[in-house]
T-cell receptor
Framework: LAKTTQPISMDSYEGQEVNITCSHN???????ITWYQQFPSQGPRFIIQ???TKVTNEVASLFIPADRKSSTLSLPRVSLSDTAVYYCLVGPNSGNTPLVFGKGTRLSVIA | NAGVTQTPKFRVLKTGQSMTLLCAQD?????MYWYRQDPGMGLRLIHYSVGEGTTAKGEVPDGYNVSRLKKQNFLLGLESAAPSQTSVYFC????????????FGPGTRLTVL
């Protein structure tokens, strides 16, 4: 699996847009980019997955530049309930290579 | 659908004791996983299974054993618990492999004294 680098922590005020960037310089051609969210005392929850350009769902948007060496998770107008750890994972969407979760980015939303 | 359930939710063991953590999923998923998460850390994969009757080692398998006798269940065993195994254990399952969506259980908080 491609090694990923993301900020350890971020702070944001309620109502702001939050962008969390993940670097994955050695991403392979068949790798996808996946983000998970983990609230305190809960298991991680899948948020979004993409391969290139832009993906949007009801929770977030994922922006992937043409070279795919990084990606940005965008959370629009965050609220206190978005306080969580966000994990970026990069790897193929098939085969038996298991996921590797890093330490993620701890997002703290302040009122 | 209950999704992924884990039993028990909490447990305190003494060093050297044994126990089994049970994970059950009702989504007919082929793939199941056991992770541990230590304070302030990400998840580390202990063992995983790609189908009924199969198991494989993950990143930190030492001190643990697993079994997948039924497709819906994945058991994690600690034969002789050590304080270093104090952690929160998460089970997950998925329909396909790779970085596709995994569904996680609520976790088991284990303390080994």
């Amino acid at each position: 699996l491609a090694k990923t680098t993301q900020p350890i922590s971020m702070d944001s005020y309620e109502g702001q847009e939050v962008n969390i960037t993940c670097s994955h310089n050695n991403i392979a051609t068949n790798d996808y980019i996946t983000w998970y969210q983990q609230f305190p005392s809960q298991g991680p929850r899948f948020i979004i997955q993409g391969y290139k350009t832009k993906v949007t769902n009801e929770v977030a948007s994922l922006f992937i530049p043409a070279d795919r060496k990084s990606s940005t998770l965008s959370l629009p107008r965050v609220s206190l309930s978005d306080t969580a750890v966000y994990y970026c994972l990069v790897g193929p969407n098939s085969g038996n290579t298991p996921l590797v979760f890093g330490k993620g980015t701890r997002l703290s939303v302040i009122a | 659908n209950a999704g992924v359930t884990q039993t028990p939710k909490f447990r305190v063991l003494k060093t050297g004791q044994s126990m089994t953590l049970l994970c059950a999923q009702d989504m007919n998923h082929e793939y199941m996983y056991w992770y541990r998460q230590d304070p302030g850390m990400g998840l580390r994969l202990i063992h995983y299974s790609v189908g009924e009757g199969t198991t494989a080692k993950g990143e930190v398998p030492d001190g643990y054993n697993v079994s997948r006798l039924k497709k819906q269940n994945f058991l994690l065993g600690l034969e002789s618990a050590a304080p270093s195994q104090t952690s929160v254990y998460f089970c997950a399952s998925s329909y396909t492999s790779g970085v596709n969506e995994q569904f996680f259980g609520p976790g088991t908080r284990l303390t080994v004294l």
